[in-house]
T-cell receptor
Framework: EAQVTQNPRYLITVTGKKLTVTCSQN?????MSWYRQDPGLGLRQIYY???????DKGDVPEGYKVSRKEKRNFPLILESPSPNQTSLYFC????????????????FGPGTRLTVL | AQTVTQSQPEMSVQEAETVTLSCTYD???????LFWYKQPPSRQMILVIR??????QNATENRFSVNFQKAAKSFSLKISDSQLGDAAMYFC???????????FGSGTKLNVKP
């Protein structure tokens, strides 16, 4: 089954304790991305990756790190989490679009609810 | 940076009726993609419909259709014959053609009344 998996699904942690949220896809997608969802703000892009070892900042990258050492995995790292990073996080992946072909549909993971105390 | 605006935080529709959700965006690009995503209470993000900016024809997917007005930078979603399962949060999204960045609106919560 084609899917994007995220772990953990729920996490409660304390300020300053480093954490990693994993993301894995089994569809051989080049493009992967992380978003955070906050009430009234919709989804905001944190980082994205066009392929292995190629990452770039989205709209809200401060306080986050990512890596893309393998095509299927795109972990999100919070080196020193703070309460303002309490949010719902989504990982997504897609192929690259080609003109006129609907190949760029993003597949989203189930989300990770993070609470930083 | 591009911005996407959904001015209706919440809307209600009677079952079997038609409802239109509004979305406007701001961009200086000529090529881009627009999307509507549905997020039910399960929080799963589900693609509803997709529109390429270079296409003048409005996209349709069964009961879902869009009204894409490129000059006005408007991208509304029409849901016909609304069903109880349509109740969800709906997000409008913009993807930059060249830079692969995505921008989402703040969402519209749709209630469907039986």
């Amino acid at each position: 089954e084609a899917q994007v998996t995220q772990n953990p699904r729920y996490l409660i942690t304390v300020t300053g304790k480093k954490l990693t949220v994993t993301c894995s896809q089994n569809m051989n997608h080049e493009y992967m991305s992380w978003y955070r969802q906050d009430p009234g703000l919709g989804l905001r892009q944190i980082y994205y990756s066009m392929n292995v070892e190629v990452t770039d900042k989205g709209d809200v990258p401060e306080g986050y790190k990512v890596s893309r050492k393998e095509k299927r995995n795109f972990p999100l790292i919070l080196e020193s989490p703070s309460p303002n990073q309490t949010s719902l996080y989504f990982c997504a992946s897609s192929l690259f679009p080609t003109a006129g072909v609907r190949t760029d549909t993003q597949y989203f993971g189930p989300g990770t609810r993070l609470t930083v105390l | 940076a591009q911005t996407v605006t959904q001015s209706q935080p919440e809307m209600s529709v009677q079952e079997a009726e038609t409802v239109t959700l509004s979305c406007t965006y701001d961009t200086s690009e000529s090529d881009y993609y627009l999307f509507w995503y549905k997020q039910p209470p399960s929080r799963q993000m589900i693609l509803v419909i997709r529109q390429e900016a270079y296409k003048q024809q409005n996209a349709t997917e069964n009961r879902f259709s869009v009204n894409f007005q490129k000059a006005a930078k408007s991208f509304s979603l029409k849901i016909s014959d609304s069903q109880l399962g349509d109740a969800a949060m709906y997000f409008c999204a913009y993807r930059s053609y060249n830079f692969n960045k995505f921008y989402f609106g703040s969402g519209t919560k749709l209630n469907v009344k039986p």
